[in-house]
């Protein structure tokens, strides 16, 4: 069972992942930001799973990116989730501090997919705990 914090987490992800759709829906010119809020809502569903696994240290309030990418690290039932998550946050900067990125359809889609990609393998295992 999950614990009330990862709870959060978890309801966090689910908000960010239906407004990402919702934005790219009813703003199709702006469908990059919906890549930022998938990053977030990976985020989020990362914490969830990190907050309650025994042999990470994870205090979502006070952690740093670094941090969690650490602690992905110690988790090897996440498979190639870290280098998923990796891709999304990396595509999330370049929307977000790099003027000159043209985000596409292309773009949009593998950002669909990253964060499919993630929910798939983490999921799973909250409902476990």
Known sequence: MMSARAALCYEKYLANASFATALAVQFPDRADWSCVLQFYAALHLMNAYLIDKSI?????????????????KQCP???????????????????????????????????VDLLARLAAIVEPKLRRS
């Open 56 to 72: 990470v240290n994870l205090d979502p309030l006070n952690v740093i990116h670094d941090d969690r990418r650490q602690a992905m």
């Open 77 to 111: 039932e996440l498979r190639d989730a870290p280098k998923r998550f990796r891709e999304l946050k990396d595509l999330s900067e370049r929307v977000r501090y790099d003027a000159s990125f043209i985000f596409s359809e292309t773009h949009r889609q593998l950002t």
